[in-house]
Nanobody, 116 residues
């Protein structure tokens, strides 16, 4: 059974930082591209960042320079370091695992609220 379990969300003030984690099980983690997506209030789900099994990263323009995605294949975990958070970053953040030719997997999400 595949599980992607996000953690690390919470309430943070504008300008603050959070580090999200996503622990994967039931997949060959090292073969998957991992990603973070988010869905804000009243908005559609959007890409935040992805990292390939080779370590190549890709970011949405609004996150470049503020967010950093990384992975630890030994721990089957992908991280999202978020700095200089803004109220518009408030969203549920979802972990995603995908591999060519296979159904993508999603976590249940973790809520990040940026507010003073």
């Amino acid at each position: 059974q595949v599980q992607l379990v996000e953690s690390g969300g919470g309430l943070v003030q504008p300008g603050g930082s959070l580090r999200l984690s996503c622990a994967a099980s039931g997949i060959i983690f090292s073969l998957h591209t991992m990603g973070w997506y988010r869905q804000g209030p009243g908005k559609e789900r959007e890409l935040v960042a992805t990292i390939t099994n080779g370590g190549t990263t890709n970011y949405a323009d609004s996150m470049k320079g503020r967010f950093t995605i990384s992975r630890d294949n030994a721990k089957n975990t992908v991280y999202l370091q978020m700095n200089s958070l803004k109220p518009e970053d408030t969203a549920v953040y979802y972990c995603n695992a995908r591999r060519i030719g296979m159904v993508p997997y999603w976590g249940k999400g973790t809520l990040v609220t940026v507010s003073s």
